[in-house]
């Protein structure tokens, strides 16, 4: 085998030799990952043409459809989540969007755990419903919740796990096996746990989904998105049209800047990981007292912390501060402490290098009615923190510092 015949991506790499090496396809042997800025291709004559049409030809036509180096990133990306394909989009919502309405009929129905992201909600609330789809919310830990949801008509199983910003955690396997049995199909917001902790494919769900703007950037510099799976003729028959012919792709520029991003995405969110709990635990002298909850996947406290611990390597990047008192004094403490804090910005952006905090229900979730907040825990004195790179024990020591001000 010469150099230029390595194959790009072989079967028994290891997850982080993959996220280094999976994709690679070279122009001029160039180490690293080539931008293609390039909106069309040119042919060699109209046969070509013709023959890249009908699809005899594999190569390039037009960057809405495909884009070398948008094509690195797709099958850099699907190696390390294990599934058959990947496609790229502008951002985690178009990613969202596209599996969610590219399958989707009017008079199809959707069970759909209410612990959302704020826009992911629209999406399968506001947006669905103008499209004749109907979706039921249920408590997504609650799996009699999900088999009584069904109807003859259900057709999607969409879930977030786990869920922003209130860190539910979802029995990926059970949800995954009812709906097997039931004939729907099971998509997964994976952004909370990324493709390092979580393979929620090898769980049983059927599409995953990543707002690629959070840890696989985890820069805090593009936003991109990206729907995952096995079933490769429904991602030709269904996905790919909806995708081709209304245009949620990513910039080559993006696609580029991401490529990059997963060389080093295990070693990122393995240190976040790391600095999370450590954080969450240094927290500890305030719960009772002014924190009613300090909420974290992997702490023994966390009412599904035993899902947590069987499904996801880590609990990940992000804890939940609730701040106890009524709802006045609980939200004027957050604010207070969010206001005092000197090292973590006050962001809503999350899976960043930099440690942001956010206060979900005045930003993420404002636009949703008082009671889907509720349901889903965005109460007045939850405050959602990304933990980022800095040492832990500067954010702990920020944390604490401003928590003994409020
Ligand atoms: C941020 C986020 C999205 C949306 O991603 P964008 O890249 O901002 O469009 C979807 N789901 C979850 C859980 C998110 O945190």
């Known amino acids: 085998m010469t150099q230029s015949e390595k194959p790009a991506s072989p079967k028994n790499w290891r997850p982080r030799t993959k996220a280094v090496r999976a994709g690679v396809n070279r122009a001029f042997q160039e180490t690293s990952e080539a931008m293609f800025l390039t909106s069309g291709y040119a ?9 890249r049409f009908t699809g005899e030809d594999p190569g390039h036509q037009y960057s809405r459809f495909s884009n070398p180096t948008v094509e690195m990133f797709e099958t850099r990306l699907a190696a390390l989540e294990g599934a058959e394909w990947c496609m790229a989009t502008a951002s985690g ?15 199809d129905h959707m069970v759909s755990s209410r612990a959302l992201f704020g826009s992911c909600r629209y999406v399968a609330d506001d947006l669905c419903k103008r499209f004749g789809i109907e ?22 199983f969409f879930l977030e796990s786990p869920s922003n910003p209130g860190l539910e955690v979802l029995d990926i ?23 390092i902790l979580q393979h929620p494919l090898e769980l049983g769900a059927d599409l995953v989904v990543y707002s690629a703007t959070k840890h696989i950037d985890g820069q805090g510099r593009v936003l991109g998105g990206a729907v995952l799976g096995n079933d490769v003729q429904w991602k030709e028959d269904v996905l790919k049209p909806f995708i081709r012919n209304t245009g949620p792709t990513i910039s080559a ?11 080093t995405l295990d070693l990122r969110v393995r240190a976040m990981t790391a600095g999370a709990a450590e954080v969450a635990d ?27 611990r069987a499904q996801m390597e880590g609990g990940g990047s992000l804890v939940a501060l609730e701040f106890d008192g009524d709802p006045e004094t609980a939200q004027a403490r957050a604010f207070s402490f969010l206001d005092t804090l000197e090292l973590v910005d006050v962001s809503n952006n999350l899976g960043d290098a930099k440690s942001l905090a956010t206060h979900p229900r005045t930003t993420t979730h404002f636009r949703q009615t008082e009671e889907a907040r509720m349901e889903q825990g965005v109460t007045p004195g939850l405050v959602r923190v990304s933990i980022g790179l800095e040492d832990p024990q500067d954010l702990s020591n920020d944390l604490l510092g401003a928590l003994s001000q409020c």
């Open 253 to 263: 520029f993006n696609a580029w800047v991401l490529v990059k991003s997963l060389e």
């Open 282 to 308: 240094a927290l500890e002298p305030h719960l009772g007292g002014l924190l009613k909850t300090i909420r974290y996947p992997f702490r023994a406290d966390h009412p599904q912390g035993k899902i947590a």
């Open 93 to 107: 919502m178009a990613a969202v969007t596209a599996a969610i309405l590219s399958g989707l009929n009017a008079g």
């Open 43 to 51: 042919y060699t004559g109209p046969e070509q043409a013709a023959a």
């Open 173 to 195: 396997k059970a949800i995954a096996g009812i709906a097997k049995e039931t004939g729907s199909k099971l998509l997964v917001d994976n952004v909370f746990a990324s493709p």
């Open 135 to 156: 979706t039921t919310f249920i408590d997504g830990t609650n799996l009699d919740a999900w088999r009584s949801a069904v109807r003859p008509n259900t057709k999607l």
